[in-house]
């Protein structure tokens, strides 16, 4: 019994295709260079990060088709998520799940114990709060470990710095290493691209993008019974020292997308932003921002976000050119439904191209492609790319946050580093955020605090 | 699509005009005589913000219908058959899609965060549990609810566990009992009386009146109630958004039913399909959707959530609440119609006349 209808019958023929290519190149895989995929021919993957879209992570890894891969080691702070993360994936790639007892560890050196489980060529998953990429990303390195991470990877100019820096070990040492910016993966984005560099829309003038939605990213204070440390890493969309702040945390895809379709990175932000409602709130997040980025051509992009509920809401990011337009994203991350059209009305008389439907999930092909990477040992490494948007994305959150303009190179030399001993922290750490007296913490000051983020 | 010829319609109409008989049936739910149905009426709840936010509900008088494609129906699929009848006990159902308008509002008052959670909890201290503020709504969704669609459109991208939790809160909210509809009640509804393929008729040149769809939705759903609405007065029933109706999905759902002749109130399998884990708790939706194909319109076609729909999301395990991104799909309200509520209705009337 066909247990389909019409149109998802299309959609599940198309994945299927989608899997026997994938698999086409399995057979390939064993004739390939055995350096960068096990002996065995069996990747190993250590997921480093438990919460939700690590494990998400994980599955996607243990999803790809190219070959034997499997889950031997996991890593956390908190017992409870670790313990989560392991049931669904259990429930959902038993066969791929190997992490005995002995090979769940919980605690900040946790990343160091999981990597261990792994050899030079099998592959760790980094996707703890972004604070800490620097200091696993310099393990994972030194054991020759290829490494999947959550975007952002940075939070600051210092830490942009130390990881750059790290990027460029990595690529000498030929470690394959994908980051979380999976619009990259998306074979319209990808289409769309081409395009543009054809000149379908001519050349790009303007972009804006809207990431606006109903409150995200707020806190309230911290309640009794976990640790400061703990609390600030669980909430960490709320702290800027752990997560980049929502700011970075959700814009960073839109700005990527868009400085890929213009073809560099911007070079300075001019932006504002503020707090409105904010309750019992006491996370460092602005409830709006409005951000103009300069591109070195002059041209702009307008990004514009808003965690407001009762407001407009919009998940979407624009390419105008001299000769027409593009839709980068319609409504979120995926389905992309790019298209490019003539002029500056989008409409379906004006429409050129849109990308057939349905497209397949790039949060799956950017595992598809790291793991091809892996096995055919092709060069590939998103780390250089993953920190300049980790960093313009830092960018526009300083302007607004201090009110300044930020350059380039402004945020990339600025001296603020949120959290500097992130390498040494442990359980009972002071965190690196402290609250004042009145119990909420250090918060933006825009025309005041013009150096620093608070 | 132009392939989907009225031609083939021909030799359906033969095999379509079976009988059917909208006062057939005596529901074993409704004892006694046959009740008069009652009006249709609007209901109006004020927001948290003051402004009043209506929609409107119309009776669907019961009735036997037969459900499901005939055989030789163009584009079918074989969990559409074998054809059975089914007796419908009469519900409300209302007459567009729940709104943006409406879904936001329930988002707002009932969304789960742990901050909100514990206040509402203080909140509460002293008031009946069956207050509204005791429901626990959706964690916040990723992204923007509204995907940028304006209030008037309808709400997209929740789970079915999301939108029965929205009919508890509209329960609470407007003290009448909401639901999702049943399959059955749906395509009955959907029928409209008719044993047509598309519930106006045969011709798919006319779907465009009625209903948006592949060839006329620019890929995008549009504002509810802008398409010609059926004979019972529904609008949207074909096209736009896919709705969740409150059965399980099983291929087999309707050899099962079949079983019993009529099928009385029949509320689908007990669980999903059993053929692997997911699929064992995988609602139906009906209707077809904006990007609908001519022969996912007709009235006997069924979806169900894939595992697809749920590729937008990133986090495992997946969100109990949103289907990011996940524009193609909303639901609709119903309510039951039992004695007591016709009763005070009739006696609401009596008293205006």
Redesign the interface.
Known sequence: ????????TS??EF?KNTGRIAATSTLMAGLVSRAYAAPNNTIKVALVGCG??G?????NALSVKSGPIKLVAMADVFEDRLA??YK??T??HAAQVDVPEGRKFIGFDAYKKAMDCLDAGDVAIFATPPAFRWVHFAYAIKKGINVFMEKPITVDGPSTRKFLKLAQESVKKDLKVGVGL?VRHCRGRQELKRRIENGEIGDIVMMRA???????A???PK?DGISEILYQIQKFHSFLWASAGMYSDYYIHQIDECSWMKGAWPVEAHASGGRHYRG??VDQNFDNYSVEYTYPDGTKLLYYGRAI??C?????SYAHGTKGSGVIST?????G?VRTYKGHNMT?ENLIW?VP??EP?P??LEWDDLIDAIRKDKPYNEAKRGAEASLVSSMGRMAAHTGQIITYDDILNCEHEFAPDVDKLTMDSPAPLQAGPNGKYPVPQPGILKQREY | MQSYSAVSYRVVKCVALFAISIAGCQPRNVPGERPKLPGRYTETITAK?GEKISFEMVPVPGGTFLMGSPEGEP?A???ERPQHKVCVAPFYLCTTETTIELF?EY??ET?S???NA??RQKKSTGRSRSDVDAITGPT??Y??????YGKKHPAVGMTWHNAKTFCKWLSRKTGREYRLPTEAEWEYACRAGTTNIFGFGNDPKRLADFAWYEANS??EPHEVAGKKPNALGLYDMSGNVCEWVNDFYS??AYRNAAKESPAVNPRGPTTG?S?N?F?RQVHVARGGDY???I??LRCA????E?T?WR???????KSRWWL??M?LIGFRIASSINPGMLKAQEKQNDGQK
């Open positions: 019994m066909p247990e389909t209808t019409r149109k998802t959609r599940r994945l939700g879209r494990t998400g992570a994980a599955s989560r993360s669904a994936l429930k959902k999976m809207y990431r606006m939605g109903g409150r995200a707020a806190v309230g309640p019992n709130y509920s009762g407009k809401g919009g998940f979407s409504r979120g991350h995926y389905p439904k379906s849109k439907q349905p999930n949060y799956q | 913000s584009g699929e074989d969990n936001l988002y707002q969304m965060t742990s901050q514990s206040y916040p969704v992204g923007d609810l509204t995907m940028g620019d890929g291929p087999d399909s053929q884990a699929y990007t609908g194909l022969e996912e076609a069924r979806f169900f894939e697809w590729d937008g999301d990133p986090q495992m395990p990011p991104q524009d």
